[in-house]
């Protein structure tokens, strides 16, 4: 029986370690690497990093082989929560239970950390990528550019404009899918592609491990937005309500919560299909797609 | 005899082309798009990329194969100003004598504009690399981690927190220095030194080419500073005498203006001492450190 929460407790150790040893290489310590720091380790679920390890695993790589690239999604998953909660944008106060990135410091040192945080990423991934062999170096490359892309103008900063836009107006369900799919389903499905692509996953297997990633992508936004209707605020460590109050879309508006529910459930049944040709070694994944909706309760 | 002026139209116009084909990839166009490529084509000496190629050139690169990493060069610059530009930072209205990114859009868009000129800058790198011969792709990499360091924590926008921490105090010249070489100097480094690296040029040739750019990056602040005292605001397209009103740190004010005068040309010089290893071919650079302190006129 896969114990998900040892799993969970195991990774999230060496991923933390490893994300402080590349946030304390700069030494003296400065208010911006005081900042991105701070960001980094206000906790999270470090949910991209245990995708992207899983899925590492399950077609035989190795953990420590794609660790700097699972800090470097961690990195970046961190820079657009700093600059998402930035007052120009949604103007967040708290994240994760602590004043956001620019309370605690000041906005010109919350946008450089996360700029900081966004170029480090790609400093540890292309250094990670010119130390491996020579044969690898292309699939490093390729992750790379993948990486950049789904982050970037065609990816999640185009979902982040979107999600302001239409912030109070009523979007169909195409629309606040596709939104989703490119404010955090993108970054979600390359955690587990580029896992498995650096670790030499075959074509098939890449194929099905995509299905999986789209499919837990939407239902944990799907979840996130039951959350913020039926959340605790203390053990969620944010406020709750706020999607309504600022008329965003939401999958709980749009279909109601038993709707949103049924979504959910759907989703993480398609995902946990998309794995039936992998054997006990994807257990992870299959734990992660039921955490996904479960963790609400 | 070298021709500068043809020489700097005839890159310029094909570094426009190749960002304006960047930026029109995505299509249908967006308002991110239009923010990002408003800010990019919005003139620029495109010093970066010029350098890029012309050291490329003298070792014996071939343009086409730099050009990637010469606009990524300029993505990365264009994202600095426009956060530099910002309400939180340097709040200025006037870059290039139009109205700044966040004054013709918005401040949200402005920094997602950002954001995505800098992700875009290290797909188009990750991808240009995974294009080249295999035995090439090792020094695309270092190329990648290297640039993403001079941009980084370590690098220039460490160089922007000190810009702004010192405003209002008195510092030493050596504290002046290490500032303007984080915040402008590293990205000019290793422009010179990323396209020499990608074209295979020997360690001594990548040697006297820093020992240039260091010389040149520094020339270039200086003067940009003595600019900012007596350039006409018509012709630089921004104010002039703001830094006296910020309490800006600048040489002007540290050694007066014929003192910032005289450490420009010896600057200069030292740049060019640097390439008499280099035989005609080097004429670009050569003119180009002339330029830097001429522009003025």
Chains 1, 2 share one sequence.
Request: with cysteine; proline share 2%.
């Amino acid at each position: 029986m896969f114990d998900l929460k040892t799993y969970l407790k195991d990774v999230r150790t060496t991923v933390d370690e490893q994300l402080n040893h590349y946030l304390h290489a700069q030494q003296p310590a400065t208010r911006l690497s005081h900042a991105m720091t701070y960001s980094v380790m206000a906790g999270g679920k470090r949910l991209r990093p245990v995708l992207c390890i899983a899925a590492a695993e399950i077609v035989g790589g190795r953990r420590d082989a794609v660790l700097p690239l699972a800090c470097a999604l961690e990195f970046i998953h961190t820079y657009s929560l700093i600059h998402d909660d930035l007052p120009a944008m949604d103007n967040d106060d708290k994240r994760r239970g602590k004043p956001t990135c620019h309370v605690q410091f000041d906005e010109a040192t919350a946008i450089l950390a996360g700029d900081a945080l966004l170029t480090l990423a790609f400093e540890i991934l292309a250094e990670a990528g010119s130390r491996c062999a020579s044969d690898d170096q292309h699939r490093w490359l390729l992750t790379i550019a993948k990486i950049a892309s789904a982050a970037g103008f065609k990816g999640m900063i185009e979902g982040q404009m979107r999600d302001m836009a239409f912030e109070g107006t009523v979007i169909p369900q195409g629309e606040l899918e596709s939104l989703h799919r490119l404010k955090t389903g993108k970054m979600i499905e390359i955690s587990v592609a580029s896992g498995a692509l650096v670790s030499g996953a075959s074509a098939r297997q890449q194929q099905l491990l995509h299905s999986y990633a789209q499919n837990i992508g939407l239902a944990f936004q799907v979840a996130d937005d039951i959350l913020n209707v039926q959340g605790d605020p203390e053990r969620l460590g944010k406020a709750t309500g706020t999607d309504q109050t600022r008329g965003k879309n939401t999958y709980a508006s749009l279909l109601g919560l038993s709707g949103a529910e049924a979504l959910a459930g759907q989703l993480v049944n398609n995902a946990l299909k998309a794995l039936d040709a992998f054997d006990h070694g994807a257990d992870s994944l299959r734990a992660i797609a039921r955490y996904v909706i479960e963790r609400k309760r």
